[in-house]
């Protein structure tokens, strides 16, 4: 029976070797490409990388309650998007792709809006962070 034994003990141990191995191979083989946009200093680096930058400034000052810096990043945003995406040239996606500046440019416009109404008040945090999701939802259609 010694030999039974042995050889249940071998079955046991190529068993947790093989499952090994194959552990070892899945985590070895590099998962499918994930959208990661590389970075610099937290900003995307690509077209839409600074405008979402702007947006999340403003969103986080508006959730610690400093609303007066929401407002004035909002703005800064707003006109930081007019004169790039708008008035920008031949390179402005008003110009490239004019159906994505519009989608983004409205969920911006109400975005914005709401954290400038509300420069000494607070605005509706739920209201704020829904606006500030669908915008950045908008802003992939330029990425």
């Not at 959208?35 to 930058?53: I, L, W």
């Not at 008035?87 to 440019?105: P, Q, R, V």
């Not at 911006?108 to 008040?121: C, G, K, P, R, Y």
Request: aromatic residues 8%; hydrophobic residues 40%; neutral net charge.
């Amino acid at each position: 029976m010694t030999g039974g034994c042995k050889t249940a003990s071998l079955r046991k141990f190529a068993g947790l070797f093989l499952s090994g191995c194959l552990l070892v191979l899945f985590l070895a083989v590099p998962a499918p490409a994930q959208s990661k946009v590389p970075q610099t200093a937290g900003v995307d680096n690509n077209k839409m990388g600074p405008y979402r930058a702007l947006a999340q400034l403003a969103f986080n000052a508006s959730e610690k309650g400093d609303h007066a810096t929401a407002a004035t990043l909002a703005k800064i945003l707003e006109r930081t998007w007019d004169k790039s995406e708008d008035y920008g040239g031949d390179m402005a996606l008003s110009k490239t792709n004019k159906e994505a500046f519009d989608e983004i440019d409205k969920a911006m416009d109400q975005f914005v809006s709401l954290l400038v109404e509300h420069a000494n008040s607070a605005p509706d945090p739920a209201r704020v962070k829904a606006t500030y999701n669908a915008y950045l939802e908008k802003l992939k259609l330029a990425d």
